[in-house]
T-cell receptor, first 111, second 114 residues
Framework: DQQVKQNSPSLSVQEGRISILNCDYT??????FLWYKKYPAEGPTFLIS?????DKNEDGRFTVFLNKSAKHLSLHIVPSQPGDSAVYFC??????????FGKGTRLHILP | DGGITQSPKYLFRKEGQNVTLSCEQN?????MYWYRQDPGQGLRLIYY???????QKGDIAEGYSVSREKKESFPLTVTSAQKNPTAFYLC?????????????FGPGTRLLVL
């Protein structure tokens, strides 16, 4: 059973617009959430994280929002740039510190 | 520059053969991890190690073995017992198991079965 779900396998966004990547989770014991970015044939790169005691964390063009009651988080990228085209993985961690990854969403930034 | 190196980039395995994937880090990180990625799948944890000479099974450890004799090195052996080894293998490290610090990933090794 998938504990971390990214229901959109791909997303296309015009350059300069906002990209919104969504993630849902089922385990209410998760207390830390992370986003990773991955280019083809490379390892993922850590982007941004959020603790369950917060509902928003911002780092430059990247903002992560957490809605605990809905067990939902989202990553906002604004403005979107061509270099943002990649696969984005949502991940979550609970008390055992093991990180569970979603299947990823492929983001295409259109010129 | 500090980072994680994985070698080789591509590895071919014959039936019944054991192969070992290398992972080295010079970030002075205590924790190291091995993940497997299959097409359309998230990263799945194979093994992880918090300190030298100690490691724990992840979610899909069957058919794999690891060692952690040095802080910098965490090699993964794919044994002949692993019936579906074709995948992209990623090694990662972090300062601790605390997820707040995030994990640093290597470039990956793609394993193919002949």
């Amino acid at each position: 059973d998938q504990q971390v779900k990214q229901n959109s396998p791909s997303l296309s966004v015009q350059e300069g617009r906002i990209s919104i990547l969504n993630c849902d989770y089922t385990n209410s014991m998760f207390d830390y959430f992370l986003w990773y970015k991955k280019y083809p044939a490379e390892g993922p790169t850590f982007l941004i994280s959020i603790s369950s005691i917060k509902d928003k964390n911002e780092d430059g063009r990247f903002t992560v929002f957490l809605n605990k009651s809905a067990k939902h988080l989202s990553l906002h990228i604004v403005p979107s740039q061509p270099g943002d085209s990649a696969v984005y993985f949502c991940a979550a961690s609970g008390r055992d510190d093991k990180i569970i990854f979603g299947k990823g969403t492929r983001l295409h930034i259109l010129p | 520059d500090g980072g994680i190196t994985q070698s080789p980039k591509y590895l071919f395995r014959k039936e019944g053969q054991n192969v070992t994937l290398s992972c080295e880090q010079n970030l002075n990180h205590d924790a190291m991890y091995w993940y497997r990625q299959d097409p359309g799948q998230g990263l799945r944890l194979i093994y992880y190690s918090q300190i030298v000479n100690d490691f724990q099974k992840g979610d899909i450890a069957e058919g794999y073995s690891v060692s952690r004799e040095k802080k910098e090195s965490f090699p993964l052996t794919v044994t002949s017992a692993q019936k579906n080894p074709t995948a992209f293998y990623l090694c990662a490290s972090s300062q601790s198991l605390d997820p707040e610090v995030g994990q640093y990933f290597g470039p990956g090794t793609r394993l193919l079965v002949l």
